[in-house]
């Protein structure tokens, strides 16, 4: 493990985050509000640090290649100093002056999680709304990939990085070079977030909502300008183009790039696409029945809210239209499983993801189907592919990963103090990079009252979810620090 390539990549990274927030600097002028020296401090801080790092720790000439190990370093580093510079404009304007509430809340925003501590989000600057709503669409392709992207002109190989932050058990090429495919990754998803904006406007939005709103729902964020969220605007059509684009944000963005290229035929005939579209209408069938039966007088109504709420939740999203915490029993344990299911790997969303899922359904029935015939030879397929069986043991491990990692949090923060629902509610909500839970962390409220441990730990648990576990656990082992 060698030290200085890694802090130059850092250097290059935090640099590179450190302008991100111009952005926001010139919304903050634009409308003269008092967060405009919070962002000059900020950019110069952050990018300063950076620059210090990239040039202190700079090579020799030919550049810098990274190893698998250096990666997963940098991957993780990269996600925890994020969260750390980019909480300094909440800490410097003042709107959390605290550390641990400014790391929780721009840590839910690069993980994409959607959990806040902020009460009255409403009474904020327009700059910090939109750094707030930046985080989340930044860290929604991922920062790593979009440095992916630029890092190559400054001489850092990037394989290993978008190998590393990729969400999901996704192949890592669409062409065939790495910053050509972040590029195109990121094409693509620049594209969709036009479409959406431009369809929001239409449905009466502000431009300043629209934006912010539309690089949220392409993040599966969640994150919203209004204390009520979507339910702000009462719009069925607003509903409705919401939910179009969280689904598109929870297909696997590979999938995107192939309809836009002309290959109509892989997009339709994917396993994990049928399936992860399948849990959604039966979902939705699910609760819409039963929110019929019990909250709504009209189906159509009922509907609605049902489809909402179900693709809000499946793809991580945690934007609401109702207070789903009143809803039926029923119909809270379905939307606690699909905060467990999440969406499609390559996607931007969180979760087990549906294609682990489908396999491991596939690599059970094969396990019943030998206690019938136990001299039959099957295997495992997805699609037309046979699915190794190392591959089935990293996806079973990392089954397992996640329900023990979601147990012991759980357990952890009810040591706290927290009552059962608010423990297990959390925890779910922030490892799947969902947001919004039940207990005292439900849709009409913020994690503003768990302590501040528990703060720690979720954030934690958003990193660990983001980055899919692997990545931050294999940092524990001691052979890793080992040359």
């Not at 990666?71 to 990269?78: E, H, M």
């Not at 592919?385 to 990293?394: G, L």
């Not at 996640?402 to 949090?409: R, S």
Request: hydrophobic fraction near 50%.
């Amino acid at each position: 493990m060698k030290a200085k390539p890694v802090l130059y990549t850092l250097g290059a990274f935090l640099f590179i985050l450190g302008l991100t927030m111009l952005v926001p600097l010139a919304c903050a002028l634009f409308y003269g509000e008092a967060d405009v020296w919070s962002f000059i401090l900020s950019v110069g801080i952050t990018s300063g640090t950076g620059g210090a790092l990239y040039f202190a720790c700079r090579p020799p000439e030919g550049g810098v290649v990274l190893t698998h190990r250096e990666g997963f370093l940098i991957v993780s580093a990269g996600w925890i100093f994020a969260s750390f510079f980019g909480g300094l404009p909440y800490m410097i304007h003042g709107a959390l002056p605290a550390l641990t509430d400014a790391y929780f809340e721009t840590m839910s925003g690069f993980t994409t999680t959607g959990a806040t501590v902020i009460n009255k989000i409403e009474a904020l600057p327009h700059g910090i709304l939109l750094w707030r709503s930046m985080t989340q669409w930044l860290g929604g392709m991922g920062i790593i990939v979009l440095s992916v992207a630029i890092l190559p002109f400054l001489g850092i190989g990037g394989r290993q990085l978008f190998r590393a932050e990729l969400p999901g058990p996704v192949k890592d090429k669409l062409l065939p070079r790495i910053a050509e495919t972040a590029r195109s990754l990121w094409i693509v998803y620049i594209i969709i977030t036009i479409a959406g904006f431009i369809l929001l406007l239409f449905g009466g939005m502000s431009a300043f909502d629209a934006v912010n709103h539309i690089f949220c729902a392409m993040a599966t964020g969640g994150f919203s300008t209004k204390d009520s969220s979507i339910a702000w605007f009462n719009s069925p059509y607003i509903d409705t183009v919401f939910i179009v684009f969280m689904l598109l944000a929870g297909i696997n963005f590979t999938l995107h790039y192939q309809v836009l290229t002309g290959n109509f035929h892989s997009f339709f005939r994917n396993s994990e696409l049928r399936f992860f579209l399948g849990t959604v209408l039966v979902a939705t069938a699910l609760i819409t029945v039963d929110l019929r039966l019990n909250v709504f007088a009209e189906i159509g109504k009922a509907f609605r809210y049902a489809l909402f709420q179900t693709s809000s939740i499946i793809t991580t999203t945690g934007f609401v239209t109702d207070n789903f915490a009143r809803w039926p029993a029923f119909s809270q344990i379905i939307l606690v499983i699909l905060m467990f299911i999440g969406c499609s790997a390559g996607s931007t969303g969180g979760g087990i993801k549906c294609v682990r899922l489908l396999l491991i359904l596939k690599d059970s029935y094969r396990e019943l189907y030998h206690l019938i015939h136990p001299h039959a030879v099957t295997q495992v397929k997805l699609g037309q592919e046979t699915v190794p069986q190392d591959v089935m043991k990293s996806i079973w491990g990392f089954f397992a990963l996640y329900i023990g990692l979601a147990i012991l949090a759980t357990i952890l923060m009810s040591a706290l103090g927290l009552d059962m629902m608010t423990s297990f509610a959390s925890v779910a909500a922030t490892i799947g990079n969902i947001g919004p839970g039940l207990g005292l962390v439900h849709p009409a409220s913020t994690y503003s009252e768990v302590p501040a441990l528990g703060k720690w730990i979720l954030s934690c648990c958003m990193l660990i979810g983001r980055l899919e576990i692997y990545t931050v656990l294999v940092l524990l082992i001691p052979e890793f620090w080992k040359n």
